[in-house]
C-alpha cells in the first residue's frame, strides 16, 4: 500500500489530531532544549506524557467506532512501566546510602547488610522518580499511537514532521559549526562534545539514526516520480534530502559504530526504494504508470531511478564495510569510540568499568540497587584504574539498566515490546517500509549496549515512536 492509494487523507476525529499535536511535541521539544538534558525540558515533557491517557480515555468515550477494551489493553500495555515506577518509590524507603562521621568529617557509606529485596543507593528522591516518570511518560505516548489510529497515513505524518524537524536541527548544526570556526566570531557554546542543540553528539547521531530511518520509511511508502521535476516537488525527494542532511550529521560527529549503522541503514533503505521502482508490470502498475508505457525504450528510460537508488546502495554499503573494517582493526576504536576524542571513555576504561560494575550486578541481580544509584554505588567499587573521579555513566545503556533495576527491571521493559513483536511476527508480513522501521528500531537498540543514547529524553521518545509505529505500521488500513 502505499500513500496515493489512501482513500481519507485527514484526521478521523479529534483524538488522532491530539495524537499527531503530542508525539510532535514531545519528540522536538526536548530535542531543542538540549536534547532533552535540561530540567525544563524535562519537566515540560513528563507534563506532556499525561496527554496520552487522557486521549485514550477521549478517543474510547468519542469514536463510535473505537475497539471495545482499548482503556484496559492500553493499561495492561502500560502495567510494566507502572509497576516499575512502584518498584523504585518502594526502594525509596530502603535507602542503603547511609550518612556517616569521622571526627568532623561526613561521608557516606553502603548499608551492606540490608536483607531488603528492593532497595535506593541514592539519597534523591528526584533522582529516583525523574528517570521513572520519564520512561512512564515516553512509552504512554508511544503507545498511544498504537492504540488511537489505524491509518498509515496519520503515522505518515507525525513522521515527516519529526524529519522535517530532525532535518532543520541538523541544517542548525552545520550552520553553527561553520559560523563557529569564523576567527572573532563568538557564538553560546553547547560543551565541547555537542552538535546542533544536543550537549552530547553520540545522543544526536542517535536521534539522526532513528529519524533518517522515519524519513527513508516515508521515501519507500511514497508513489515513486519517474519525471525529475515531478520528483523535485514530491514527499519523496523532502524525505530523501531529509535523510542525507541527518546522514552527512552522523558522519560527522558520530562514533564509528554509529557511521557504519547509519550508512548501512541508508544503504538497505536504497536497496528496497530502488528494488521497488523496477519498470516491471508489478511495479509500473503499482505506480500509476503502466498506461503511459508502450515500449522497451521507454522501459528503459524508467530504469534511470532505480539504477541511481542501486548505485547509492551500492557506494553507501561499500563505505559501511571499510569504515567497520578500518576501526575495527583499529585497537583503540574497535568501532565503539573514536579515537582522539578525550569525551569519551577509551577501550580500556570500557573494559575496566565492565569488570567493576559486574561485582555490582551479581551483588544485587533481581531488582539491582536502585533508580538513579549508578554513580554512588560505583564509587565504592571502582578500581584505581579508573582514577579518582567518579562516573557518572558505564556509557552503556543496557549496563546502566542492570546495575540499577537488575533483571527484573530490564524484563519490565521490554515485556510490551516483546508482545507486540511475536503478534506482529505471527499476524503480519512485512511490507518493505516497514522492513525500514525494523531495522531502524534494531540498530539503536544494539547502539544502548555500547553507549548511552537513552540518557537523551529526544532519543528515548524518538525510540518508542519508531518501534511502536513499526508494529503498528502493518495493522493499518487502507484510510
Known amino acids: 500500500m502505499l500513500d496515493e492509494e489512501v482513500i481519507v487523507k485527514d484526521a478521523k476525529n479529534g483524538s488522532e489530531r491530539l495524537l ?32 496520552a491517557p487522557l486521549n485514550i480515555v477521549n478517543y474510547r468515550r468519542i469514536w463510535i467506532d473505537a475497539p471495545t477494551g482499548t482503556i484496559r489493553l492500553y493499561l495492561l500495555s502500560v502495567l510494566p512501566f507502572i509497576i516499575s515506577f512502584a518498584i523504585a518509590i518502594v526502594g525509596i524507603f530502603n535507602n542503603i546510602l547511609i550518612p556517616s562521621e569521622i571526627g568532623s568529617k561526613g561521608f ?8 531488603a529485596s528492593i532497595v535506593s543507593a541514592t539519597n534523591s528522591v528526584l533522582s529516583v522518580l525523574t528517570p521513572e516518570l520519564v520512561s512512564l511518560s515516553a512509552v504512554a505516548c508511544a503507545l498511544s499511537l498504537f492504540f488511537v489510529t489505524d491509518s498509515r497515513y496519520i503515522i505518515r505524518r507525525i513522521f515527516f514532521f519529526c524529519v522535517l524537524g530532525a532535518a532543520i536541527l541538523a541544517l542548525f548544526g552545520f550552520i553553527y559549526n561553520a559560523l563557529n570556526m569564523i576567527p572573532k566570531f563568538i557564538l553560546p557554546s553547547f560543551g565541547k562534545d555537542a552538535f546542533s542543540t544536543f550537549t552530547d553528539a553520540s545522543q544526536w547521531s542517535a536521534f539522526a539514526i532513528l529519524w533518517l530511518g522515519g524519513a527513508m520509511t516515508i521515501a519507500a511508502y511514497s508513489a515513486q516520480r519517474y519525471r525529475l521535476l515531478t520528483f523535485l516537488y514530491s514527499l519523496k525527494f523532502i524525505s530523501l534530502l531529509s535523510a542525507t542532511l541527518l546522514l552527512f550529521s552522523v558522519l560527522s ?9 547509519a550508512l548501512l541503514l541508508t544503504s538497505i533503505s536504497y536497496a528496497i526504494i530502488g528494488l521497488d521502482t523496477i519498470p516491471t508490470a508489478e511495479n509500473l502498475e503499482r505506480h500509476w504508470t503502466s498506461k503511459y508505457v508502450h515500449s522497451k525504450y521507454k522501459k528503459l528510460k524508467l530504469s534511470i531511478a532505480p539504477i541511481c537508488y542501486l548505485t547509492i546502495a551500492l557506494i553507501t554499503l561499500l563505505s ?48 539491582g540497587w536502585g533508580t538513579g544509584s549508578f554513580i554512588n554505588v560505583f564509587s ?28 527484573v527491571g530490564l524484563a519490565l521493559v521490554i515485556i510490551t515490546p516483546l508482545v507486540l513483536f511475536i503478534r506482529y511476527l505471527i499476524k503480519h508480513s512485512f511490507s518493505k517500509s516497514g522492513i525500514i522501521l525494523f531495522i531502524t528500531s534494531l540498530l539503536v537498540a544494539i547502539l544502548t549496549v555500547f553507549d548511552n543514547p537513552m540518557q537523551s529524553i529526544a532519543v528515548l521518545q524518538s525510540f518508542w515512536i519508531i518501534l511502536i509505529g513499526t508494529f503498528k505500521w502493518e495493522d493499518c488500513e487502507v484510510k
Request: aromatic share 8%; hydrophobic share 40%; no cysteine.
Open 108 to 115: 557516606f557509606r553502603l548499608d551492606t547488610e540490608s536483607t
Open 320 to 367: 559501511a564495510i571499510s569504515l567497520g573494517i578500518e576501526s575495527y582493526n583499529n585497537q583503540n576504536e574497535k568501532l565503539i569510540t573514536s579515537e582522539g576524542n578525550e569525551n569519551r571513555i577509551s577501550i580500556v576504561e570500557r573494559t575496566n568499568v565492565l569488570k567493576d560494575a559486574q561485582s555490582l550486578l551479581d551483588s544485587r541481580a533481581n531488582f
Open 20 to 51: 499527531i499535536l503530542n508525539i510532535i511535541f514531545m519528540v522536538l521539544l526536548p530535542a531543542v532544549l538540549f536534547g532533552g538534558n535540561s530540567d525544563l525540558a524535562t519537566g515540560l515533557f513528563i507534563a506532556l506524557g499525561i496527554l
Open 253 to 261: 560527529v558520530g562514533t564509528p559504530i554509529e557511521k557504519v549503522f
Open 380 to 407: 565504592f567499587k571502582q578500581g584505581a584504574d579508573l582514577g579518582d573521579a567518579p562516573f557518572p555513566s558505564p556509557e552503556s545503556d543496557l549496563l546502566q539498566k542492570l546495575v540499577e533495576n537488575g533483571y
